[in-house]
T-cell receptor, first 111, second 114 residues
Framework: RKEVEQDPGPFNVPEGATVAFNCTYS??????FFWYRQDCRKEPKLLMS???SGNEDGRFTAQLNRASQYISLLIRDSKLSDSATYLC????????????FGKGTTLSVSS | GAGVSQSPSNKVTEKGKDVELRCDPI?????LYWYRQRLGQGLEFLIY????????KSGLPSDRFSAERTGESVSTLTIQRTQQEDSAVYLC????????????FGPGTRLLVL
């Protein structure tokens, strides 16, 4: 089983749509969770951290379910500029392990 | 302020040659990471430096790969006897090293091995 799994998509949605991405992780000892965004041929950039109680940043809402080892990202009122690949990222503090990235979910927002 | 910088931005080399990639982290960041991203694939962890601690080399794919970091400054990733499967974007990231620290990525070095 892969450490971090995501539906690769692509998700093709019209402007204004609400879209949700899901992610599962295999290591129950994982302690930190993030969503990163990666534009084509660019480096990943942090979109938001994911907290146990869930958190919201504008149109973006992240949820964490530790029991199910499941993370989600909800984007409301999609914009053309949201088109990118969204990377689910997990960190487990064992032997200094770095971030474990999912392969990403591609979102394409069209007018 | 300045972000993470990497050089060169692009590198084309012949199979069997050695290459050296450089990363300049954000000043004051104690943690530095190297990742590899093959075309259409996710990021693959290679190596992690935290302050003066021994680096976590668990992600290095073979003994042809090595990395060094002097103190909390520049890091170099060296690939010896390059193979075509080494072709990828090599990304460096740095962070303050805290529990929920944000990793800031450099623009990457695109390596093509012919």
């Amino acid at each position: 089983r892969k450490e971090v799994e995501q539906d690769p998509g692509p998700f093709n949605v019209p402007e204004g749509a609400t879209v949700a991405f899901n992610c599962t992780y295999s290591n129950s000892a994982s302690q930190s969770f993030f969503w990163y965004r990666q534009d084509c041929r660019k480096e990943p950039k942090l979109l938001m951290s994911v907290y146990s109680s869930g958190n919201e940043d504008g149109r973006f809402t992240a949820q964490l379910n530790r029991a199910s080892q499941y993370i989600s990202l909800l984007i409301r009122d999609s914009k053309l500029s949201d088109s990118a690949t969204y990377l689910c990222v997990v960190k487990t503090y064992q032997a200094g392990t770095a971030l474990i990235f999912g392969k990403g979910t591609t979102l394409s927002v069209s007018s | 302020g300045a972000g993470v910088s990497q050089s060169p931005s692009n590198k084309v080399t012949e199979k069997g040659k050695d290459v050296e990639l450089r990363c300049d982290p954000i000043s004051g960041h104690t943690a530095l990471y190297w990742y590899r991203q093959r075309l259409g694939q996710g990021l693959e962890f290679l190596i992690y430096f935290q302050g003066n601690s021994a680096p976590d080399k668990s992600g290095l794919p073979s003994d042809r790969f090595s990395a060094e970091r002097t103190g909390e400054s520049v890091s170099t990733l060296t690939i010896q006897r390059t193979q075509q499967e080494d072709s990828a974007v090599y990304l460096c990231a740095s962070s303050l090293g805290g529990v929920q620290e944000t990793q800031y990525f450099g623009p990457g070095t695109r390596l093509l091995v012919l």
